[in-house]
């Protein structure tokens, strides 16, 4: 979720968003120059916590957008062994399938005000990437394939029919690669604020090879230095006061930072292997951005692509969106007053947003079981 991305360094924002032209369009957000150290503490990026041990909410409306919300379970909805790994996911609803996919640090539960008003006419389906929520806390390499891999066989195994994939943040950046791999069982894509960058030809690093020195000596003083600094940033970071600080000062409308979400960052934090997993995401993964460009996995779509945009994100901006508009022409474009997270700030106009395009997708002849 936004808050999560608050916590890597610049240059990592740009390489995971590409928000520069968003930075100089915007530049009275001076938010966006914070400090690395502000990064960190402006969000859990729980890296991927697990089990939540907060008592069950009942489904009630929200006081803030008087729309119904999805019950918080501690003991979570439904579980799927995905290649050994546990991997938890929501489903609701029947009809047309629809999964959606949570940004970086958050988890099934930020699409909570969406997926009751999408059940009513769609069967929505809800997961946990591995490595966040309440999925299992997996210590391997991450990589974005990592992901993808784990949709496509997601909408194979579970859903089972060609679907609309829906996503935000780093979830839309795995939405369009798995979109990519599965070609005709995905009928559409919605990207709320995608996460990805465009190819840039000038800004390519060739690898050089490592010297002894940097090796044996550099290498490995940077990685213990790298640890006790982002040890005590994930141990800062995920401390509610903390976090419902962030939260107000990165929603722009902030009447939906309560208790439900708060714990839905704070909670899975508390699994044993999750400040390891933050530390494999935040050093490991985030340095590999560069291998996955925007217009390259965008050449491979062939279904049609929806943008649900929240113009006032200050790391990614509405001049992103037109990038990707013009860059793939079977593009609509929403445009929403909200920040990185649309859908749980203003979830009322994404839910229209969604039920006015959707049927002009699911309405297609000849929807073949895969």
Known sequence: MSTSCAALPNSVKLELFGSTTSARLHPHRSRCGLSRRHFALKGI??????????????????QAQGLE??????????????????????????????????????????????????AKNYKVYALDLLGFGWSEKALIEYDALVWRDQVVDFVKEIV???????????GGFTALVAAASLQDQVKGVV???????????????????QTVLQKFVVKPLKEIFQRVFLGFL??????????????????????????YLIDSITRPADDPNAGEVYYRLMTRFMSNQRKYTLDSVLSQLSCPLLLVWGDLDPWVGPAKALRIKEFYPNTSLVN???????????????????LDWLPTITCAPSLQPL
């Open 160 to 170: 089972k029919e060609p679907a609309v994939l829906v996503g935000n943040s780093l």
């Open 69 to 118: 919300k999805l019950p918080f379970k501690p003991e979570g909805y439904n579980y799927w062994t995905w290649r050994d790994r546990k991997i938890h996911y929501v489903v609701e609803g029947e009809g047309f399938p629809i999964v959606l996919i949570h940004g970086f640090g958050a988890s099934a539960f930020h699409w909570r005000y969406n997926i009751p008003v999408l």
């Open 191 to 209: 990207l709320l604020n995608t996460a990805g960058q465009f190819g840039d030809a000038t800004t390519a690093t060739m690898e050089s090879e």
């Open 336 to 354: 929403l007053q909200a920040g990185h997270c649309p859908h749980d700030e203003v979830p009322d106009l994404v839910n229209k947003a969604l």
């Open 45 to 62: 990026v729980a890296a991927g916590a697990s089990i939540m041990a907060s008592s069950a909410i009942a489904a009630e409306p929200s």
């Open 234 to 259: 994930f141990w800062q970071a995920k401390q509610p006061s903390r976090i419902e600080s962030v939260l107000k000062s990165v929603y722009i409308n902030a009447a939906n930072v309560d208790d």
